[in-house]
């Protein structure tokens, strides 16, 4: 951490509670503790800094062996309180944190992965259009999206982007949620291609499909998205074994026929002469 202002800082230390909720990860009130920060210790508590200082503090993880398996949650603070104002009886106080995203089980880290649903496209009543995208986190670990969304072959073959997705979509493991993108005011309603690709950590999955905005302050139809099949080489190698396969059947029909016809003339009128 660093002390960018241009006085001396004190700074507090400290674990707290986390979860995941309606697609977001949300923080506990103030220094409220659950299972995961009765696991977490730091070698300090407090740091003094000075205009321009920077200092480390190290973090450890000691997780008991009876802990059940399942991933948790939690936020560790660095936070200071602004000097007393003598006109004011606000305190404030300002803090900034690292999230702990810590799964428990054997076997090694679980999958990530999501699935791209439909997406349903607004206006709102300043006429700024915008797409909901559902997400579907089908893995075993806590997803933090983000991503970017381009339209294409609109009208007069505009196109536009990217777009980015706005940032604090968090999905816990088995939960479906909405990313959301943010369009200029001034975009037509369409239609248009949309190529959605987003991301979570080393994951990433893209998908496209149409869309069509709505007038100001309405919403528009849902829309399916497709995600492309992910391998072209092995669409190729596919192709390639029902080309084989097909092959092999043909050449044992018509080896079939030719000893058929083979018997056939064999028993053939005039065959038993001398």
Do not use: C
């Amino acid at each position: 951490m660093a002390n960018n202002s241009d006085r001396k800082q004190r700074i507090d230390l400290y674990p707290a509670a986390a979860t995941i909720e309606e697609g977001r990860f949300r923080f506990g009130e103030g220094r409220t503790q659950n299972e995961l920060t009765s696991w977490i210790s730091l070698d300090r508590t407090r740091v003094d800094l000075a205009p321009g200082a920077e200092t480390r503090v190290e973090a450890t993880l000691d997780v008991p062996p009876p802990a059940p398996a399942g991933e948790r949650y939690a936020v560790i603070w660095a936070s200071t309180t602004s000097p007393n104002q003598t006109s004011a009886n606000v305190t404030q106080i300002h803090r900034v944190g690292v999230r702990v995203y810590l799964d428990v089980g054997l076997g090694g880290e679980p999958p990530s992965d999501f699935r791209i649903g439909e997406l349903v496209p607004t206006r709102d009543v300043r006429g700024v259009p915008s797409v909901a995208i559902r997400v579907d986190n089908t893995g075993q670990r806590a997803l933090d999206l983000a991503g970017s969304v381009s339209l294409s072959e609109g009208p007069a073959d505009t196109r536009a982007g990217p777009f980015d997705v706005v940032q604090g979509t968090t999905l816990a493991p088995g939960e479906a949620g909405a990313v959301t993108v943010r369009f200029p005011r001034e975009l037509p309603n369409g239609p248009w291609k949309i190529d959605v690709a987003l991301e979570s950590g080393t994951v990433r999955r893209t998908a496209a499909g149409k869309v069509t905005f709505p007038d100001p302050g309405k919403v528009g139809e849902p829309s399916p998205l497709l995600a492309p099949l992910r391998t072209p080489w092995g669409i190729l190698g596919s192709s390639l074994v029902v080309g084989l396969l097909v092959a092999a059947a043909l050449f044992v029909v018509a080896r079939r026929l030719h000893h058929r016809r083979r018997r056939v003339a064999r028993v053939g009128p005039g065959s038993g002469d001398p």
